[in-house]
């Protein structure tokens, strides 16, 4: 079945350590995109890409990088620059071609220790 | 800007009761998507239900109608016959313009809604 992957499902950092964190889909949609969900708060994108090499900055892109180097892959890594790395992230991808059809992965929950 | 508001944090509900999840947004464009999701415990987002801005009748998929507003900008989730699965996170979403370039998501904070037995 089609989905999306995100790996790890958990993940601890150490304070001052850049983390990747993996996200994959095999639905052939073209948008994917990153958000940051804290408690008591929605979903905050982080960037989101549209096309393979070219990526856009969200709300709350400060303290991560992204890439796009296959359709089906788009990376993300928070960097020791973000100061309140601590949250969940998910990932999501979306045919540009439908006025609806996001998909969500399960999620990754990052912890700084 | 477009903006997303959902004021009712938490809410609780009988088994078997209907449920409204209220939702207001703000937004200038005049074609616009609204969306609501639940979250349960696991973290996974689960899409429920979409309205577009044009779209003469309110949405339905089973037991989740959309009670669409566009004159007071609200898109409240209606959930009927409440079941103990339905205990979740609900997220209020909406996309500005009708996709393409403008395929951004921008959410609610949420409502944690509780079904009671």
């Known amino acids: 079945d089609g989905g999306i992957t995100q790996s790890p499902k958990y993940l601890f950092r150490k304070e001052g350590q850049n983390v990747t964190l993996s996200c994959e889909q095999n639905l052939n949609h073209d948008a994917m995109y990153w958000y940051r969900q804290d408690p008591g708060q929605g979903l905050r994108l982080i960037y989101y890409s549209q096309i393979v090499n070219d990526f856009q900055k969200g709300d709350i892109a400060e303290g991560y990088s992204v890439s796009r180097e296959k359709k089906e892959s788009f990376p993300l890594t928070v960097t020791s620059a973000q100061k309140n790395p601590t949250a969940f992230y998910l990932c999501?991808?979306?045919?540009?071609?439908?006025?609806?059809?996001?998909?969500f992965g399960s999620g990754t929950r990052l912890t700084v220790v | 800007a477009q903006k997303i508001t959902q004021t009712q944090p938490g809410m609780f509900v009988q088994e078997k009761e209907a449920v409204t999840l209220d939702c207001t947004y703000d937004t200038s464009d005049p074609s616009y998507g609204l969306f609501w999701y639940k979250q349960p415990s696991s973290g996974e987002m689960i899409f429920l239900i979409y309205q577009g801005s044009y779209d003469q009748q309110n949405a339905t998929e089973g037991r989740y109608s959309l009670n669409f507003q566009k004159a007071r900008k609200s898109a409240n989730l209606v959930i009927s016959a409440s079941q103990l699965g339905d205990s979740a996170m609900y997220f209020c979403?909406?996309?500005?313009?009708?996709?393409?370039?403008?395929?951004?998501?921008?959410f609610g904070t949420g409502t944690l809604l509780a079904v009671q037995p």
């Open positions: 999501a991808s979306n045919p540009l071609d439908r006025l609806y059809g996001y998909t």
């Open positions: 979403a909406m996309r500005e313009g009708r996709g393409g370039a403008t395929n951004k998501l921008i």
